[in-house]
């Protein structure tokens, strides 16, 4: 059984750099919300809609920045930035079990794998031909390793993941349950209505600091493979389609889709639901909406969107219908102002007495 965890204020406030307001030797035994925290445990505000919980709040103490602290009569560590305070110390309490080093007797390992011998091939896994495991990698229960696929030192992947042939990836990548690299891409040529697949003879290279969601898919490329950038992040239930590319400290919400061929930029935010069509090009530092249907390359950095937000279904349902009418208003539109030019003398029209 796992022991609790426990810190002081001032051991905290050390690791982090930050001005301790309060008793330095007040135990810390976890992390909560302001409006669920108990009091040994820590909280923060982030957000200024939660301010409304902080005067009531029973935690220990709270991660605050100065402006923020005051007023607030509790203990604090004070912090320029709550939210990523509270980040560096949630890996201190965190309770996920860590693997053995060593391969399960049930696991599969082909003979000529190379497996550091201080990682951890867990039950059932199947780890096929020429595969390399670096130091320190955790392979969980009933992953499936492709053939020449090669893990980079600390990586961490949960149950039931699954890298295709020939899938290579960077150092302290994690990936979650469900996931599926390498799959074959989406390539068919068409003969006479009839569809002649088209061998996906890529792969799919990973860089270094990359996280997956569950059930995340990212194809292999056709020719070329599909790449992965320096510390992206791509949450549950996404796909990326063959031979897309995405940039380093890129970051995609659920449910998101990339059709092939498209190359997104650096140091850009795609939220949920949110689809792109092949062959166009995101440039760096791009914020795409929720739900947008990208169309087109986007060539300058900045924010895009596209769709209606939520209105009530009477109104949704109003305007729907004007949408419809868009195309006659048009029409009558130009005709008015055809009739209306015709009646209206021009500037050079006027006449010398």
């Not at 949960?158 to 994690?174: E, F, M, N, Q």
């Not at 320096?230 to 995609?252: E, F, P, R, S, Y």
């Not at 092939?260 to 995101?282: Q, Y």
Request: proline fraction near 2%; include cysteine.
């Amino acid at each position: 059984m796992m022991s609790a965890v426990s810190f002081t204020l001032g051991q905290l406030a050390e690791r982090l750099g930050a001005t301790l307001r309060g008793s330095a030797d007040k135990p810390v035994r976890g992390l909560a919300s302001l409006q669920d925290a108990r009091g040994d445990q820590l909280s923060f505000l982030a957000n200024a809609q939660y301010r409304k919980f902080l005067a009531a709040t029973e935690a220990a103490a709270v991660l605050l920045t100065p402006a923020d602290a005051e007023g607030y009569a509790g203990d604090a560590l004070l912090v320029a930035n709550p939210y990523l305070a509270y980040a560096q110390l949630s890996h201190l309490f965190d309770r996920k079990p860590v693997a053995a080093a060593g391969i399960h007797p049930t696991a599969v390992v082909a003979a000529d794998a190379q497996v550091d011998a201080t990682a951890s091939i867990g039950a059932y896994a199947v780890i096929e031909s020429a595969v390399q495991i670096g130091a320190g990698v955790t392979i969980g229960a009933h992953c499936s390793i492709g053939a020449r696929s090669s893990i980079g030192e600390n990586g961490w992947l949960a149950p039931r993941v699954t890298l295709y042939h020939d899938v290579h990836i960077g150092k302290r990548v994690v990936i979650q349950s469900g996931a599926v690299l390498g799959g074959e891409g989406f390539g068919f040529a068409n003969e006479k209505g009839v569809w002649r697949k088209i061998a996906q003879i890529g792969g799919v290279t990973l860089g270094d600091d990359v996280e997956i969601g569950a059930n995340t898919t990212i194809d292999r490329g056709a020719l070329a493979d599909t790449l992965i950038g320096n510390g992206v992040k791509l949450d549950n239930q996404i796909m990326i389609a063959h031979n897309v590319q995405v940039g380093d400290n890129t970051a995609m919400a659920g449910c998101v889709g990339i059709s092939g061929s498209t190359k997104i930029g650096s140091n850009c935010m795609i939220a949920g639901g949110v689809g792109m069509v092949g062959h166009i090009e995101v440039c760096d530092n791009v914020f795409v909406t929720g739900m947008t249907m990208v169309t087109r390359s986007i060539t300058e950095p900045g924010a895009y969107s596209s769709g209606t937000a939520m209105q009530t279904a009477a109104d949704w349902k109003k305007s729907a219908a004007r949408i419809r009418q868009l195309d006659d208003m048009a029409r009558r539109l130009r005709d008015m102002e055809k009739r209306l030019a015709a009646v209206t003398p021009s500037d050079d029209a006027s006449s010398d007495a």
